[in-house]
Every structure is written in C-alpha cells, then in structure tokens.
C-alpha cells in the first residue's frame, strides 16, 4: 500500500482562481462602468500571464533539460558515487580521515537500488515535508533532482539514501529556504548514518553532476496553472466547494504519479491532464462536461495535442486503488454505512456519496515495510484508518473525498 494521502492546499492558492473569476463575472454594480472596465482589464492581463507561464513551463519540457531517464535498466554510468565519497574523504584532514571512513556505513556491493527503494524514499519525503509543514511540491523538485542524478552517477541503496536527503534538503533550499532552520536535524532522521556534512559533500556533486538545473517544470504546476487559466477566463457551473476539490484531486494524482517509476520521463503536461481528467472523472463520472472543455482549453493553449492519455489514466487510477487514501475513503464509507443502518432500517446508501469506486483498494496490498528513513512522531500513529477516518470526516462531503 502507498502510504500516502491528500493534502489539502493552501486556500490562498486555491482561491487565486476563484477571485479573478468573480473579478470577470461578477464585475461589479452595473452602474459602476469604470470599475467593470478595470476589473475586465485585469482579468485580461491575469490570463495573458498565466499563458505566458504555461508556454515557459512547456518551453522547458520541449527542451528535454529536465527529463530524467530509465536510470534502473543503465549498466553504464558517468560516475560512481562511492569514489566520490572516497576521493572526498581522502581529501579530508589526516586526522579525522579513519574516523570518518569507519562512521560511513558501508553497504554491500549488490546493494541495488530499485523501484522500491525508490517508492519509498518518495513515502518518506512526503512524510518529512508533511511533518515540517512544507508545500508538497518539495517533493517534486527533490525527486527530479534525484532521478537526474542517479541517471550520472551509479549509487548502492546507503549512498542513495544520502543522494535523496541531500536532494530534499536543496528543493527546501530552492522553494522555501525559510524552513531550513527546522531541517537542520535533517541528517539526524538517517538513524545515524551519515552527518550534515555528508549532505553538503554530496549537494556539491548534485549540483556539479545536474548543471544547477533545479527548476523542472512539473506536474503540478502544469495543473495549478491551467486550471488557473480556465476557471479565469470560463465561467463554470461549478461551485467553489467543486473547483476547491478539483485542485486538490488532480494534485494528489500527480503526487501519486511521483510515487511510481513508471512516470520517470513521462511529460509533465500529460501526467497534468491525465490527473485533472481523472479527478472530473472522480467528482462527476466519465460522461461530464467540464472535461472536454478543459482539454480543449488546454489544446489551444499547446499544452495537449490530442494524445491518448487512457494508458496513463488508468495507471494513475491504479495507484490510487493502492493509497491509503482510498483506504481510508473506503473506511469511512464503511462507517457512513454502519451508523446509517443503526439509525435507519433497511435504508441503503446513496451511491451519489462516494467519491470514486474504481476497486476494491487496500484489500491485496502488500504489508507495509519500514522506510529507509523514519520520521519520529509524538502521539498516536497517524497511520492509523480510525484516527484518520475520524480526522477526515470533518472535510469530507457529498460527492467528493
């Protein structure tokens, strides 16, 4: 099971949207012509600049600058991470060399990463910017950080745990580097294997190794940004509860994607529009009508060029029938159920209550296995369906989570 849930955004970011869309629609009192003008130039000007945003962000994808490769089939690499670790000690002070050689796990030759390794260093990072309170697209820029890196430089299982704390640390740097006061125990979340000055020897060889590429264009941004631009400049039958939703479920499909090394190399604006179309999907079934427009929307705007995005589609829905997320969904429709039937006899539910049934999720899933990396967490487990179920049965409402 992928030991992920929603996260609710910011309402600031999700109502940047909402705001120019009243600032079109609703311009003011019809009397106030001089204000309608204002706020139409504005909305204008809004979109144009979304535009602008979306073409650099597909300027950057065109590019290929940020695609990251098929790093688990290479035999050849460019650099092997244990030498530059070695070389790096070796130019150490004399004195702390041996030490520092002896404190350094050393892990076994055939210790190969592989797509587990991988999935559950993602787990991990969402867990660490979760608990730090940082925004999860963190996450996003670390991980393409990594799989870059890793596509130069060979890593056992101990050096690519180092290679994805350092990375996590620089995406900190990069987007809020107000938190790195609080990720100075960063290293101590490794159990002990390597030091902050391991992190820093290693963040000079990721940025040597990447050229300082660290702004990738990325799932969600594609998505923030698009439905930024259509809900701006199309007036929608959607209520802000629905258009709230659907910035949340598109992100959470994209973070899952970030979950599966499948989508390693996969084009950012895909994984976009495969998320936002699974999230309508979701929310008011296959035969809706905001689909459509959004695809169309995004076409125009060179975003989407008619791909078939089924095969995606269905794979995004595949890891979420794995989350915990639909664990937990399914959970408290569960208990929706029980205490409809304690108050009510022989009543059924409202099929219109769940948010998606694509399966029966979290029945197969494999026991959990220990992260690489923990997060130490005061109080009770928050894995745990009860608590959660509970937490979420506060936001949770017809017709969505």
């Not at 600049?49 to 050849?76: C, H, P, R, V």
């Not at 009508?289 to 989407?304: D, S």
Request: net charge neutral; aromatic share 8%.
């Amino acid at each position: 099971m992928l030991k992920l849930t929603m996260n609710p955004r910011k309402r600031s970011k999700r109502m940047r949207a909402a705001q120019l869309a009243k600032y079109r629609h609703n311009p003011g009192q019809p009397n106030s012509q001089s204000k309608k003008k204002e706020a139409e130039k504005k909305a204008i000007e809004h979109c144009e600049a979304l535009a602008d945003s979306l073409a650099a962000l597909l300027k950057q994808e065109i590019t290929g600058t940020y695609k990251a490769m098929d790093y688990l089939s290479m035999t050849d690499f460019r650099l092997n991470m244990n030498d530059l670790l070695q070389n790096g000690r070796m130019n150490s002070s004399n004195g702390a060399q041996h030490s520092q050689q002896q404190s350094q796990p050393q892990c076994p030759r055939d210790s190969q990463i592989d797509e587990y390794c991988r999935e559950q260093i993602v787990e991990w990072s969402f867990r660490v910017v979760d608990y730090f309170h940082i925004d999860r697209e963190v996450v996003v820029f670390s991980l393409s950080m990594l799989d870059r890196f890793l596509a130069l430089c060979r890593c056992d299982r101990s050096t690519f745990k180092l290679a994805a704390t350092t990375t996590l640390h620089l995406a900190v740097k990069t987007l809020h580097p107000c938190k790195l006061g609080e990720l100075g125990i960063l290293s101590d979340l490794s159990r002990g294997e390597f030091e902050m000055k391991d992190v820093a020897s290693m963040e000079t060889h990721i940025l040597d190794s990447l050229h300082w590429k660290l702004h990738p264009p990325t799932p969600i941004a594609f998505c923030t940004l698009l439905l930024d631009f259509f809900f701006s400049k199309y007036k929608t039958d959607m209520v802000q509860t629905d258009v709230n939703d659907l910035y949340d479920i598109s992100s959470f499909f994209t973070e899952l994607a970030l979950c599966d090394y499948h989508f390693v190399g996969a084009s950012p604006s895909i994984v976009a529009i495969a998320s936002i179309s699974n999230a309508l999907e979701g929310m008011f079934g296959p035969e809706n009508k905001v689909t459509p427009r959004i695809l169309k929307t995004a076409a125009k705007l060179n975003v989407f060029q008619n791909q078939d995005i089924s095969r995606i589609s269905h794979r995004l829905w595949e890891l979420y029938e794995r989350s915990e997320e639909c664990a937990l969904h399914n959970n408290f429709e569960s208990m929706e159920e029980e205490k409809t039937m304690d108050t009510t006899t022989n009543t059924p539910s409202n099929a219109s209550d769940v948010f998606v049934s694509k399966g029966d999720c979290g029945k197969d899933a494999a026991s959990d296995a220990g992260s690489p990396v923990s997060v130490s967490k005061h109080g009770k487990s928050m894995s745990s369906n009860e608590l959660m179920c509970a937490m979420r049965s506060q936001t949770l409402r017809n017709g969505s989570w």
